[in-house]
């Protein structure tokens, strides 16, 4: 019987890292470690190696980040602490160990002006702190680990933590009327199966390093996102479509950010799930 891949998931108790949780037992060849926050710090060179050096991970999934994006425009220290500084300790010390590094970015990292999908050889043009910080963070893990896998997401919702379905569906239990804004254009991305296509890829014996796209197949609003929630669950309450200038917030955000994800295909044979499926898989456990 092989031995198991030991898999480091640092940001373990985070929405993505519950995700993780969820998925493990799908890959009885790994033998999954989840560090929080509390649990690890990801600023502390010395931390990140006590921890690698004591736990031996084959494989270090960067689940931890700074995500709150309204908040990085007065916060930009912290959001860079633990979206560029942090991505650097821990690439830095996966590549003196020989440890495979996957790290997940954002599509925060465009600028929205295209209106194609995008691919990742497209320009990254952040319009916001926290895009700004994400797009360094992926730089940092290239320039200290050339061997590093970046993984850049969109709209990620699950049944844990704080998300968009999450919010939708408070809000409509509660309201009659509800807008939300219909000129942002992304794809939905259930956290569950990024938490799969990253698994399959720790675990690839064919490991090729790089960026890499990963969402459900879009691309659509965030009102029509909100109107299917709306459907699937039934709810009685009227979702209004608003413009994006209807509903200020501090951070901008880019018009159109859906993306092109045949390149994990091709690498990794990962295949793209249709989020109307996801979606029910999600709201049917909420």
């Not at 690890?40 to 084959?58: E, F, N, Y």
């Not at 970015?105 to 043009?125: P, Q």
Request: proline letters at 5%; charged letters at 15%.
């Amino acid at each position: 019987m092989s031995p198991k891949t030991t898999i480091l998931v640092t940001g373990g108790n985070g929405q993505l890292g519950r995700c993780f949780q969820d998925v493990v037992a799908n890959y009885p060849t790994a033998e999954c470690i989840f560090l929080s926050k509390m649990q690890l710090d990801v600023c502390s060179p010395t931390a990140i190696m006590g921890a690698m050096q004591h736990l031996r991970p084959q494989v270090c999934i960067n689940a931890a980040a700074y995500t709150a994006v309204d908040m990085a425009e007065t916060d930009s220290t912290m959001a860079n602490e633990l979206n560029a500084n942090a991505v650097a300790n821990i690439a830095t010390v996966c590549n003196a160990m020989k440890i495979r590094f996957i790290h997940i970015s954002t599509d925060y990292v465009f600028d929205g002006a295209k209106n194609s999908l995008y691919t990742e050889e497209d320009d990254a043009k952040p319009l916001s702190v926290y895009g700004e910080t994400k797009l360094k963070g992926e730089q940092l893990a290239m320039q200290n680990n050339p061997d590093s896998a970046i993984v850049r997401t969109s709209w990620v919702y699950s049944p844990h933590g704080t998300n968009f379905v999450k919010t939708m569906v408070r809000l409509m239990h509660s309201r009659p009327t509800i807008g939300v804004v219909n000129d942002q254009v992304g794809c939905p991305t259930y956290g569950v199966d990024l938490a799969h296509a990253i698994m399959q890829m720790a675990l690839s014996t064919n490991w090729q390093p790089g960026i890499f796209h990963y969402s459900n197949t879009g691309p659509i609003s965030w009102w029509q996102f909100a109107q299917a929630i709306q459907q699937i669950r039934q709810f009685n309450c009227q979702v209004n479509g608003i413009p994006t200038s209807a509903y200020p917030t501090a951070a901008r955000r880019p018009a159109f950010t859906a993306f092109d994800c045949s390149k994990i295909g091709r690498v990794y044979g990962i295949r793209q799930i249709p989020w109307q499926d996801s979606l029910n898989k999600c709201l049917a456990l909420l």
